[in-house]
């Protein structure tokens, strides 16, 4: 698994357009293609990828407690945020590019520091111009679910002259 470590180490605009979500999100899964720095900070990874379907997989540290010493909600945010846009990436056609225009996240449980998680986006819908999708975490040993998720993301054709 290759890690962006300086910005010279992110695709250029060319590679990117040239594939298809799916093959983007694949590339990255198999470590052809880098993994964002965040998932290096907040110490998760994509495990599985699927036509309209992600999952990653993480553990958080004591380095992601907010200042009463449990989990930051900043942290199931980001993973949720990243497993139901990155579902919908995987719909995304060549020549295109998207973003999460909103989300929103459940907190259900608190997850304990060291606890292994997963989440899993899956998408809802993925038309022209937008995708929406949902996302939960649960534990990987006692699979309870630990917060639920919604986004919509903006899908965007770029013009060859853009």
Not at 5 to 23: N, V, W, Y
Not at 48 to 66: A, L, M, R
Not at 130 to 139: F, L, Q
């Amino acid at each position: 698994m290759t890690d962006v470590t300086s910005s010279s180490d992110f695709p250029d605009r060319e590679t990117l357009l040239s594939m298809s979500g799916l093959e983007f999100m694949q590339a990255v899964k198999l470590g052809t293609m880098p993994r964002p720095p965040i998932s290096r900070v907040l110490n998760f990874i994509l495990s599985d990828v699927s036509d309209g379907q992600t999952i990653f997989s993480g553990t958080p540290k004591f380095e992601h407690c907010n200042p009463t010493g449990t989990l930051h909600g900043g942290w199931y945010g980001t993973v949720l945020d990243s497993c139901m846009a990155c579902a919908v990436m995987t719909k995304v056609p060549r020549g295109s590019v998207y973003t999460t225009l909103e989300y929103k996240i459940n907190i259900v449980l608190s997850i304990p520091i060291g606890m292994q998680v997963r989440a899993r986006g899956w998408i809802q819908h993925v038309g022209r111009s937008t995708g929406v999708a949902a996302g939960e975490i649960r534990g990987f040993e006692d699979d309870k679910v630990y917060a639920t998720g919604s986004t919509t993301c903006i899908i965007m054709k770029i013009s060859k002259s853009s």
